[in-house]
């Protein structure tokens, strides 16, 4: 683990999720293009993966692009499949290199066919690395969108059922969990939302039931480990009560 001083070990997130916001108006502020926003946020994902494994997280997921970014002018949107593709083949190594298994969560037949390919190059190699579990997860959201995932596990539970494979009064929580992307993963323990907007934006919505929230007015191109650290140290002092109340807790 990372040597910090201001972190609790025993008390480390299992999962972080980052909503990466901020990349357009930090490139709008220094009058650039919002596609150098998105290469300057690229480097933040490097520098945050890397401080993510060495701080031995279990999972980070980050909302690389969402189901509604799709509506955005369509030379924005072949900036950020062509940045993807850059990273991805960037990075192969070094995920290798550091035991971090490559996941994806979303409508991933949508993305173009050469960005599919590398994709799931990138997924395969990783994951069969070794026969060992992985030291960290990086789990990219991309095309994605938590109604549409509710959807869609609804709908296989649905045709589960009309099949015969289980009954309505089968249906519980955990069940469900298994039809989300998520399936196998612990939910996030962290939301952190850079740029400054208080809002979930269609991510996890499941999942993040339980997640301590924080917010911050740091661009995400701006948002490196310092600001990561300092981001896990704060949600350490925070008590998680799930529904109990202090004294329950300290009694336990």
Same mark, same amino acid.
């Given at each position: 683990?990372?040597?910090?001083?201001?972190?609790?070990?025993?008390?480390?997130?299992?999962?972080?999720?980052?909503?990466?916001?901020?990349?357009?108006?930090?490139?709008?502020?220094?009058?650039?293009?919002?596609?150098?926003?998105?290469?300057?946020?690229?480097?933040?994902?490097?520098?945050?993966?890397?401080?993510?494994?060495?701080?031995?997280?279990?999972?980070?997921?980050?909302?690389?692009?969402?189901?509604?970014?799709?509506?955005?002018?369509?030379?924005?949107?072949?900036?950020?499949?062509? +940045?993807?593709? &850059?990273?991805?083949? !960037?990075? #192969?190594? @070094?995920? %290798?290199?550091?035991?971090?298994?490559?996941?994806?969560?979303?409508?991933?037949?949508?993305?173009?066919?050469?960005?599919?390919?590398?994709?799931?190059?990138?997924?395969?190699?990783?994951?069969?690395?070794?026969?060992?579990?992985?030291?960290?997860?990086?789990?990219?959201?991309?095309?994605?969108?938590?109604?549409?995932?509710?959807?869609?596990?609804?709908?296989?539970?649905?045709?589960?059922?009309?099949?015969?494979?289980?009954?309505?009064?089968?249906?519980?929580?955990?069940?469900?969990?298994?039809?989300?992307?998520?399936?196998?993963?612990?939910?996030?323990?962290? +939301?952190?939302? &850079?740029?400054?907007? !208080?809002? #979930?934006? @269609?991510? %996890?919505?499941?999942?993040?039931?339980?997640?301590?929230?924080?917010?911050?007015?740091?661009?995400?191109?701006?948002?490196?480990?310092?600001?990561?650290?300092?981001?896990?140290?704060?949600?350490?002092?925070?008590?998680?009560?799930?529904?109990?109340?202090?004294?329950?807790?300290?009694?336990?």
């Amino acid at each position: 683990m990372l040597e910090n001083p201001v972190l609790d070990p025993k008390r480390m997130p299992r999962h972080v999720a980052i909503i990466m916001d901020g990349n357009g108006r930090w490139a709008k502020q220094r009058n650039l293009p919002r596609i150098m926003g998105h290469k300057a946020g690229s480097e933040s994902v490097k520098d945050i993966v890397k401080t993510a494994r060495k701080l031995d997280l279990e999972v980070l997921t980050l909302y690389a692009f969402s189901t509604e970014n799709w509506k955005r002018p369509a030379i924005e949107v072949q900036g950020l499949m062509t +940045l993807l593709k &850059t990273y991805l083949k !960037a990075e #192969l190594q @070094n995920l %290798l290199e550091n035991n971090i298994a490559l996941r994806c969560i979303g409508e991933i037949k949508k993305l173009p066919p050469d960005v599919q390919k590398i994709l799931t190059k990138v997924i395969s190699e990783t994951g069969l690395k070794s026969e060992d579990k992985p030291s960290m997860i990086l789990n990219l959201a991309l095309s994605y969108g938590s109604r549409p995932e509710i959807v869609r596990a609804a709908r296989i539970m649905a045709e589960k059922c009309v099949s015969g494979q289980f009954e309505p009064e089968d249906f519980s929580e955990q069940l469900f969990a298994s039809h989300l992307y998520t399936a196998g993963l612990p939910d996030p323990d962290l +939301l952190i939302r &850079t740029g400054g907007e !208080a809002r #979930l934006s @269609n991510f %996890l919505l499941w999942q993040l039931s339980y997640a301590e929230l924080n917010i911050t007015e740091t661009m995400w191109p701006d948002f490196r480990a310092e600001k990561f650290i300092e981001a896990i140290r704060e949600y350490q002092s925070r008590e998680r009560r799930f529904g109990q109340t202090s004294e329950q807790l300290q009694a336990e």
